[in-house]
């Protein structure tokens, strides 16, 4: 059986560990911690807080897996129509750094219709062997079929680490191919590093919207999965003599289609991707009439930017919730982020925090946006905003 | 055909705020809510049900406590609640958290629908669904926004994704996920509320489940959290108050230091 442990001899009473515990689950009696089993989550976090080791999680593994034969770095490679993901480019870069510390080579996986392409684009990039399933099957959005289909090579590569990008499709697929595998994935990464000793892959990520940081193991399982937040890490460049192969892999099955698609229709109004765009220009209640999203979205126009909003805004119909950053919104990561009358509530944080550079424009020099925004403005956005785009345009 | 909601306990991260001595969470007045994305999922599955007939269970698996959330369920309008709870569940990441969930539906007669939301606010994670899904080899579809058509045998919906929305069709059974555009969830009724307090929460175990240890809970996940941290704080930026006329031309000015044009097309 697996547990948690208070080492009591150990144990000072110190009450680092009950400040740190998300759930409430530790109680202090007579100076000595005491685990409220009915609350705790075993997450680890006390563990991690106590200065005097003095509480342990144990583990009881199973059988185990033989991990030693599983070497190299997979990445997946999304596309849609006939377009490689920028995301990839991201992944693969944090492909090439991992390969610094493991000297093992970099595979991808590249199923779809009419593939050949993107698998030699990859290759550019530093890709040791792209392997390609091509089949009708395969087309756009079919991650159904796709999942079982990468499950299927990742059986037949072996790879020790496996990445795809924390996007709908792969937040979608990957957890499918994990569950196959029976192997750890861990969602939407905005670091990875390789633990020198152990060479295992750390991968860190956030949690509770943003609050905290968790840094994650597979230790027994392979392949080490993870998705990689989008727009954190740098792409990967080009290489200038590409080196790699590309691996046909057509005697892998093809399953029959459950899904059907009808049809893709694309975000009207929106002349870019909220996730994909370098610059945010964000409403919150402070434009207090819908008639003032125009304001806003001059601004986003002026910078060459998308159109965000917070909750606030999204709820009140002023501004379709396709935009909606934060917790229950998209989480976005932009060069430039710019919050005009957002007050900075932790959900809309949760979206926007780990953009390059913040700007918030409030009327409330108290607003806890300030205490996240690399600059910011005190005053009515009425007269910021259209100075701001007056200055810009000059 | 029976409808199962999957529903998650989690913490009001509204009230989570860090603490900026200590650098920690501070928890006081922090409650336990249902996952915001799951009310979505309730109502949902509750205005299937309206229109095609039907039952609605709601399922989650936690600690003891969690009956409260189920209960918060049935004064909603769910007709069943379970509860699945035992020790050995406790640490359980998302591998070992779909597997338990699954072999629960697996315990359920005939389940056409399986709703969730889109993910947990605490794990934020959004892997149980597709999780699930593949324990019980059956489709799934994630980020649901709209269900167009439902029937006993197909189901019609809207995907969200990053640059607008797929339109899908698939046979039941299935797992879907739905965000919040997809309804707006109601208020429990009086007598809905009545129904919950005299509701009995139906818990099952891991034994009554019949998945073996090694497979659930801690023992049965593949990853382990080797540390939690808060992440570091910006650190308090530059703030000009002042004539906009000055306030914005010393941004721009600022930005442009630190090689940002804006408006300049692209940035240095
Ligand atoms: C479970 C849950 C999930 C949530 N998810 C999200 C989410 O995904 N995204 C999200 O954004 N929110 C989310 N929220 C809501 C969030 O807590 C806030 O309520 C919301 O972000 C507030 O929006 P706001 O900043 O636009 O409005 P307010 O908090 O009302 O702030 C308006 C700001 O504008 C300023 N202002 C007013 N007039 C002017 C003016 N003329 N010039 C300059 N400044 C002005 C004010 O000083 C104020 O700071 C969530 C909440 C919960 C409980
Ligand atoms: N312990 C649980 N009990 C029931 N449902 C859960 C549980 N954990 C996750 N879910 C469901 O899975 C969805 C995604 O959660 P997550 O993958 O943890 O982000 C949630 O919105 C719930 O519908």
Not at chain 1, 12 to 30: H, T
Not at chain 1, 260 to 288: C, H, M, Y
Not at chain 1, 384 to 389: A, D, K, S, T
Not at chain 2, 168 to 186: C, D, G
């Amino acid at each position: 059986m697996s547990g948690i442990q208070v080492i009591e001899h150990k144990c000072v009473g110190c009450k680092k560990c009950q400040k740190v515990c998300p759930y409430d689950a530790i109680d202090m009696v007579e100076k000595l911690a005491v685990i409220n089993l009915d609350k705790c989550t075993l997450c680890g976090a006390c563990v991690d807080a106590c200065p005097f080791e003095a509480i342990v999680i144990e583990k009881a593994t199973g059988e185990k897996q033989d991990i030693s034969s599983y070497s190299g770095i997979c990445v997946y490679a999304e596309h849609r129509n006939g377009v490689l993901s920028s995301v990839v480019k991201e992944i693969i870069g944090v492909a090439r750094r991992l390969k610094e510390s493991l000297d093992k080579p970099i595979y991808a996986i590249v199923v779809g219709q009419d593939v050949k392409r993107i698998a030699e684009e990859i290759l550019e990039y530093g890709v040791d062997e792209a392997w390609v399933r091509e089949d009708p099957r395969l087309g756009d959005y079919a991650e159904d079929v796709q999942a079982d289909v990468v499950a299927a090579i990742l059986q037949e590569m072996r790879p020790e680490i496996f990445l795809g990008g924390g996007t709908i499709i792969g937040r979608s697929l990957l957890p499918r191919v994990a569950v196959r595998l029976k192997t750890g994935l861990t969602a939407d990464c905005t670091e990875l590093t390789i633990d020198e000793e152990t060479k295992n892959l750390r991968q860190t990520r956030p949690a509770f919207g943003g609050n905290i940081m968790a840094t994650i193991l597979t230790t027994a399982h392979r392949p080490q999965m993870a998705t990689v937040r989008h727009k954190v890490m740098p792409e990967a460049k080009k290489v200038e003599k590409p080196q790699g192969r590309i691996v046909p892999a057509d005697y892998i099955p093809v399953p029959k289609p459950r899904i059907e698609v009808l049809g893709f229709v694309p975000e009207e109004g929106q002349t870019v991707n909220l996730v994909e765009a370098d610059i945010i220009v964000s409403a919150g209640r402070g434009i207090q009439d819908p008639k003032n999203v125009g304001l806003i979205a001059k601004l986003a126009n002026a910078v060459g930017g998308a159109l965000g909003a917070s909750r606030a805004v999204v709820d009140a119909g002023w501004v379709p919730y396709s935009h909606q950053v934060g917790q229950t919104g998209k989480t976005v990561n932009p060069v430039v982020y710019i919050a005009c009358g957002i007050s900075g509530a932790i959900q809309h944080l949760a979206g926007m925090k780990s953009s390059d550079i913040i700007i918030a424009i409030n009327r409330d020099a108290n607003a806890p946006i300030f205490d996240v925004a690399h600059y910011g403005i005190v005053g009515n956005l009425f007269d910021v905003v259209p100075e701001l785009i007056k200055q810009i345009e000059k | 055909m029976n409808i199962v909601v999957c529903i998650k306990q989690v913490p009001d991260t509204t009230n989570i705020r860090i603490n900026p001595e200590t650098n920690t969470l501070i928890r006081e007045g922090v409650e336990s809510i249902i996952n915001p994305f799951d009310m979505y999922a309730i109502e949902e599955a509750l205005r299937i049900k309206e229109k095609i007939g039907g039952k609605v269970t709601a399922l989650s698996m936690g600690p003891p406590q969690v009956a409260e959330a189920l209960r918060t369920a049935i004064s909603l309008g769910a007709d069943e609640a379970i509860l699945l709870t035992d020790r050995a569940f406790a640490g359980a990441d998302t591998w070992a958290t779909s597997l338990t969930l699954a072999g629960a539906i697996r315990k359920m007669e005939n389940i056409g629908l399986i709703l969730m939301g889109k993910q947990a606010i605490d794990g934020d994670t959004g892997q149980v669904g597709p999780g699930v899904a593949e324990h019980l080899r059956l489709p799934h579809i994630t980020d649901i926004r709209k269900i167009e058509e439902i029937s006993e045998k197909e189901i019609v919906c809207e995907r969200l994704l990053e640059d607008g929305y797929l339109r899908l069709k698939a046979q039941l059974p299935i797992i879907i996920t739905v965000v919040k555009e997809i309804n707006e969830p109601r208020l429990p009724s009086l007598r809905g509320k009545m129904a919950a307090k005299k509701a009995e929460i139906i818990t099952w175990n891991a034994e009554y489940i019949g998945i073996p240890v090694e497979e659930i809970g801690l023992n049965g996940s593949p990853t382990q959290v080797l540390k939690i941290f808060t992440p570091p704080k910006p650190g308090g930026g530059k703030v000009f108050e002042g004539e906009p006329a000055d306030t914005v031309a010393q941004l721009l000015a600022e930005l442009k230091t630190g090689g940002i044009q804006l408006g300049a097309a692209k940035e240095e």
